[in-house]
């Protein structure tokens, strides 16, 4: 018996800024699946050489015209000074994930996001990235009274530009950071996403300890997560290979949550 095919809900439209390493490799699993119920609108990068290989139909030349690709999610894949310039001016007008989460260490942006939802309805999203655990350090974040993060990884991809570290000088295992996570986010903006989201998702950037270690022998990034509290501990490491500033499992992950808000196609859904 042939069957009518029911259509899909709405397709979700999506912009896309940043289209380096993650942006490219999430836009590719986006289109991957022409029944996803996804479509890329925009891509915008600030480098017009990024996005030299694409239809000049998909390109933004410049991000304050987002609104005319009426996009129903914007997904910032490039760096945390894209939400303090531009967090505002997308979450008046639609939906927004921010993937670089140490802007959200600065009060005054945090404050920022939630204040143009509420007032304009619109959501802000935080994937889990590369926090592994994200929602049980979420779920139980009133039972924690402590959650210590280990991040260690080669010098040479961390960009210590901030905090006026020369990576090449670094010749044995150096702690580069120790204390309260609110701290070492702008310190290392570009490398400490996974440590601003566990803060986000737990006690907070004040309670959240971070330590940062980097080694010249380490060809890997280790991240390890140790959070306690009354009748509940929990203990999650994972160690990956790093290209750049990015773990290598990252990109899967922000397809993944992109996907979970987004996606509007058939098949079974895990949530
Ligand atoms: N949440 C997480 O777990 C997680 C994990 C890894 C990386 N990140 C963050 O994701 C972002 C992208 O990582 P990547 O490995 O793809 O980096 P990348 O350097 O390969 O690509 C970034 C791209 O964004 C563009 N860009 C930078 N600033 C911009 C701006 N202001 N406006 C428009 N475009 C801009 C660059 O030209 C580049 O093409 C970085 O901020 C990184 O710190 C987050």
Not at 46 to 71: C, H, K, N, T
Not at 80 to 93: D, F, I, M, N, Q
Not at 203 to 216: A, C, D, M, Q, R
């Given at each position: 018996?042939?069957?009518?095919?029911?259509?899909?809900?709405?397709?979700t439209?999506i912009?896309l800024?940043?289209?380096?390493?993650?942006?490219k490799?999430?836009?590719?699993?986006?289109?991957k699946?022409?029944?996803?119920?996804m479509?890329?609108?925009?891509?915008y990068?600030?480098?017009?050489e990024?996005?030299?290989?694409?239809?000049r139909?998909?390109?933004?030349?410049d991000l304050?015209?987002f609104?005319?690709?009426?996009p129903?999610?914007v997904?910032?894949?490039?760096?945390?000074?894209?939400?303090?310039?531009?967090?505002k001016?997308?979450?008046?007008?639609?939906?927004?994930?921010?993937?670089?989460?140490?802007?959200?260490?600065?009060?005054e942006?945090?404050?920022?996001?939630?204040?143009?939802?509420?007032?304009?309805?619109?959501?802000a999203?935080?994937?889990?990235?590369g926090?592994?655990?994200?929602d049980?350090?979420?779920?139980?974040?009133?039972?924690?009274?402590?959650?210590h993060?280990?991040?260690?990884?080669?010098?040479k991809?961390?960009?210590?530009?901030n905090?006026?570290?020369d990576?090449?000088?670094?010749?044995?295992?150096t702690?580069?950071?120790?204390?309260?996570?609110?701290?070492?986010?702008?310190?290392?903006?570009?490398?400490?996403?996974?440590?601003?989201s566990?803060?986000?998702?737990?006690?907070g950037?004040?309670?959240t300890?971070?330590?940062l270690?980097?080694?010249?022998?380490w060809d890997?990034?280790?991240?390890?997560?140790?959070a306690?509290?009354?009748?509940?501990?929990?203990n999650v490491?994972?160690?990956?290979?790093?290209?750049?500033?990015?773990?290598a499992s990252?990109?899967?992950?922000?397809?993944?949550?992109?996907?979970?808000?987004?996606s509007?196609?058939?098949?079974?859904?895990?949530r």
């Amino acid at each position: 018996m042939n069957q009518e095919r029911i259509m899909p809900q709405k397709t979700t439209r999506i912009g896309l800024i940043g289209y380096g390493q993650i942006g490219k490799a999430v836009h590719g699993m986006i289109d991957k699946d022409p029944d996803n119920g996804m479509e890329v609108v925009f891509v915008y990068d600030q480098i017009g050489e990024m996005v030299a290989d694409l239809s000049r139909e998909l390109v933004l030349e410049d991000l304050g015209e987002f609104d005319s690709r009426r996009p129903d999610l914007v997904v910032e894949m490039a760096h945390p000074s894209v939400t303090r310039e531009w967090g505002k001016a997308l979450l008046e007008k639609t939906n927004y994930m921010l993937i670089s989460v140490t802007a959200l260490a600065d009060p005054e942006i945090e404050k920022m996001i939630e204040e143009t939802t509420q007032r304009c309805g619109t959501r802000a999203f935080i994937p889990h990235g590369g926090v592994v655990g994200m929602d049980a350090l979420q779920e139980n974040r009133d039972v924690w009274d402590e959650v210590h993060v280990t991040m260690k990884k080669p010098p040479k991809n961390v960009d210590c530009a901030n905090a006026g570290v020369d990576p090449d000088s670094i010749v044995k295992e150096t702690v580069l950071y120790d204390g309260p996570t609110r701290g070492v986010c702008p310190m290392f903006p570009r490398n400490t996403n996974t440590l601003a989201s566990i803060a986000y998702a737990g006690i907070g950037f004040e309670k959240t300890h971070s330590t940062l270690v980097v080694n010249p022998a380490w060809d890997t990034a280790t991240v390890a997560i140790h959070a306690k509290g009354e009748g509940v501990e929990l203990n999650v490491e994972r160690i990956e290979g790093i290209t750049g500033v990015t773990g290598a499992s990252t990109p899967a992950s922000i397809f993944n949550s992109v996907q979970t808000i987004g996606s509007t196609g058939p098949g079974i859904h895990l949530r």
